[in-house]
């Protein structure tokens, strides 16, 4: 059973501080990392994704991946209100569909 | 802009009552997905087709089909719904690259579907 964890929070943050939201998984042969945003009410919407060992940075996002260590992180510099959201981590083991976790709830108070 | 479209945003339907759920995507993508969301037990999926015609079960078929029958579009059918369907359902569709590797998905509005 391919699994993805992650911890369902609440985690709270105030306004501007670095939130860290981690993600680990059990499939040693996953090749494909997707951090997703999911407003309440709405669709999952795609943040980052990240295919090879290291740090990839996209504005505020940072993903960062260890396969030695199966985990993948999400870091959100300068944490806005607008980031509270249900973020959900995504794993695709090789030649195989998308497992996700069940999502960590952010929320950033003002 | 990528779409993808699901028919309906909001959805009451009766206990017994079949059930279409349709879904477009323009992006000329190979894979699509039919997904339920529930509270605490996060997305499951249900159906998914990877071409025309071709579909594989997923996580939790049970009481539910699907039909592609053109590449563009991905029907979900419930044969005879039941109040424990209710449930937020999303559609997505992904590129199928052939190199083992994993694309975005990208994902409809969600369909609340509500059986009373």
């Known amino acids: 059973q391919k699994e993805v964890e992650q911890n369902s929070g609440p985690l709270s943050v105030p306004e501007g501080a670095i939130a860290s939201l981690n993600c680990t998984y059990s499939d040693r042969g996953s090749q494909s990392f997707f951090w997703y945003r999911q407003y309440s009410g709405k669709s999952p919407e795609l943040i980052m994704f990240i295919y090879s060992n290291g740090d990839k940075e996209d504005g505020r996002f940072t993903a960062q991946l260890n396969k030695a260590s199966q985990y993948v992180s999400l870091l959100i510099r300068d944490s806005q209100p607008s980031d509270s959201a249900t973020y959900l981590c995504a794993v695709v083991p090789y030649g195989q569909n998308f497992v996700f976790g069940p999502g960590t709830r952010l929320s950033v108070l003002p | 802009d990528v779409k993808v479209t699901q028919s309906s945003r909001y959805l009451v339907k009766r206990t017994g009552e079949k059930v279409f759920l349709e879904c477009v995507q323009d992006?000329?993508?190979?894979?699509m997905f039919w997904y339920r969301q529930d509270p605490g037990l996060g997305l499951r999926l249900i159906y998914f087709?990877?071409?025309?015609?071709?579909?594989e079960k997923g996580d939790i078929p049970e009481g539910y089909s699907v039909s592609r029958e053109k590449k563009e579009r991905f029907s979900l059918i419930l044969e005879s719904a039941s109040t424990n369907q209710t449930s937020m359902y999303l559609c997505?569709?992904?590129?199928?690259?052939?190199?083992?590797?994993?694309?975005?998905?990208?994902f409809g509005q969600g369909t609340r579907l509500t059986v009373v």
């Open positions: 997505a569709s992904s590129l199928e690259t052939g190199r083992g590797f994993g694309t975005e998905a990208f």
């Open positions: 992006m000329d993508h190979e894979n």
């Open positions: 087709s990877y071409d025309v015609k071709m579909k």
